[in-house]
């Protein structure tokens, strides 16, 4: 294991031995203390944790690796990323995996503003509470929430899921209560597994598109 110390590195020197071409699979990061833009751009097969506190944007544009931090983490989180994983141990400010394409983001204590705006196909699973505006835009992948959803939920949302265990504040514009059948039922219980919470499907609600901002019609102005 290749351990970097953030006291006496710079955040550039951890990225571009992240980048490098490398042996190393498995990379320890130290005395993290909420610094900005950490493991972003990784683009290797390689196993990171982060012992500490990370500010914005750690993480971003991930492909392919495993990131784990150890702590809470500051806005964007995985922003953009496109496969591999990334697990925070602690909380997570706002816009949490936005614009993600792919990959599993498990964050496992609450989510701020704006989680999982413009998603595209990533796998987010909360274990906590999520805040406002949360899948905003949200095109594709699944949002899965333990905890509860603030105002304004999948406001202008496109075709992700959205399952949520506790209450929601509010929905946000063409975002509406979808049945639960048996195949959100088996998908849901799948991500939760994998993200290892101890939560059952059949607990959830789910929450989709009702496809009504698809096409402009001038009765729905108000909405877009």
């Known amino acids: ?6 006291s006496t590195a710079s955040v550039r020197d951890l990225n571009q031995a992240l980048h490098a071409q ?3 699979s498995e990379w320890r990061v130290t005395h993290s203390n909420g610094k900005h833009n950490l493991a972003v751009g990784v683009n290797q097969a390689v196993s990171i944790d982060i012992e500490g506190h990370a500010g914005y944007y750690c993480a971003g544009m991930n492909q392919q690796a495993s990131i784990t931090v150890h702590g809470n983490v500051g806005v964007g ?3 953009n990323m496109m496969s591999g ?3 925070v141990k602690g909380s997570a400010s706002q816009a949490a995996g936005a614009t993600a394409h792919g990959g599993l983001l498990v964050i496992e204590g609450d989510a701020g503003a ?3 705006i413009s998603m595209k196909g990533i796998d987010i699973v909360v274990g906590g509470s ?11 992948g699944r949002l899965v929430v333990c905890g509860d959803a603030g105002d304004a939920l999948g406001d202008s949302l496109y075709e992700t899921h959205i399952y949520v265990k506790g209450t929601v ?7 509406i209560e979808k049945e639960m059948r048996s ?4 998908e849901l219980q799948a991500l939760l597994d994998l993200a290892g919470f101890a939560h059952q499907a059949a607990d959830f609600k789910r929450y989709g598109s009702a496809r009504q901002l698809y096409n402009f019609k001038v009765d729905n102005a108000s909405a877009y």
């Open 130 to 140: 999520i805040g406002h505006m949360s899948c905003f835009m949200g095109q594709a």
């Open 77 to 79: 989180c995985a922003e």
């Open 1 to 6: 294991m290749k351990t970097i110390d953030l």
């Open 169 to 175: 504040e509010s929905l946000g514009s063409d975002c």
């Open 114 to 116: 704006r989680c999982g």
């Open 85 to 87: 994983s990334v697990r």
């Open 183 to 186: 195949e959100h039922l088996q």
């Open 22 to 24: 490398a042996i190393d």
